[in-house]
T-cell receptor, first 114, second 112 residues
Framework: DAMVIQNPRYQVTQFGKPVTLSCSQT?????MYWYQQKSSQAPKLLFHYYDKDFNNEADTPDNFQSRRPNTSFCFLDIRSPGLGDAAMYLC?????????????FGQGTRLTVV | TQLLEQSPQFLSIQEGENLTVYCNSSSVFSSLQWYRQEPGEGPVLLVTVVTGGEVKKLKRLTFQFGDARKDSSLHITAAQPGDTGLYLC????????????FGAGTILRVKS
């Protein structure tokens, strides 16, 4: 059974047209992460939530925003996608904020910008 | 500068060969994790190492955490085509230790 679900799996958007990616989890985990991953590179942390506490990475562009309306759902909003934003976007959850707890990843959303 | 440095970046070997992937940092980590990612999928956790000097085995995979908890290695014995993928080490950083950051990854290709 899928525990971290990302929708859609594939998203095509026009240059400059706002797009929202969604993530839901059935694990009731406190921590949710959004990563950007470009081809054959490591996932790059964009931001994460501990419960409702939002933590933005210093080098995450302002073009990227996030919302977490409740424990189960988290959204990634790209306000004006550029060609350089084409990537795989990964959502992950973790039970605790500290300790060696496992991160569970969704299957990702592949974003194409045309 | 990458907090976690992985080497090699790319490895192409024949089925049956052994290999080792390294993950190094100048920082101490309370734990390190190894993930494997297949194309078009999210990473999946292989192992977590917590204690300095710890060795964990997962079938043909052997993971070691350095004594100083700054480095880790992944050794695969008798690699198989099914081992092909992107191998990522990861550790937690940040004020509360809740930022999971990844190394650049090692792309492994095992040819039959």
């Amino acid at each position: 059974d899928a525990m971290v679900i990302q929708n859609p799996r594939y998203q095509v958007t026009q240059f400059g047209k706002p797009v929202t990616l969604s993530c839901s989890q059935t694990l009731n985990h406190n921590v949710m992460y959004w990563y950007q991953q470009k081809s054959s590179q490591a996932p790059k942390l964009l931001f994460h939530y501990y419960d409702k506490d939002f933590n933005n990475e210093a080098d995450t562009p302002d073009n990227f925003q996030s919302r977490r309306p409740n424990t189960s759902f988290c959204f990634l909003d790209i306000r004006s996608p550029g060609l350089g934003d084409a990537a795989m976007y990964l959502c992950a959850t973790s039970r605790d904020r500290t300790g060696p707890t496992e991160a569970f990843f969704g299957q990702g959303t592949r974003l194409t910008v045309v | 500068t990458q907090l976690l440095e992985q080497s090699p970046q790319f490895l192409s070997i024949q089925e049956g060969e052994n290999l080792t992937v390294y993950c190094n940092s100048s920082s101490v980590f309370s734990s390190l994790q190894w993930y494997r990612q297949e194309p078009g999928e999210g990473p999946v956790l292989l192992v977590t190492v917590v204690t300095g000097g710890e060795v964990k085995k997962l079938k043909r995979l052997t993971f070691q955490f350095g004594d100083a908890r700054k480095d880790s290695s992944l050794h695969i014995t008798a690699a198989q085509p099914g081992d092909t993928g992107l191998y990522l080490c990861a550790g937690k950083r940040g004020e509360y230790g809740n930022k999971l950051v990844f190394g650049a990854g090692t792309i492994l290709r095992v040819k039959s």
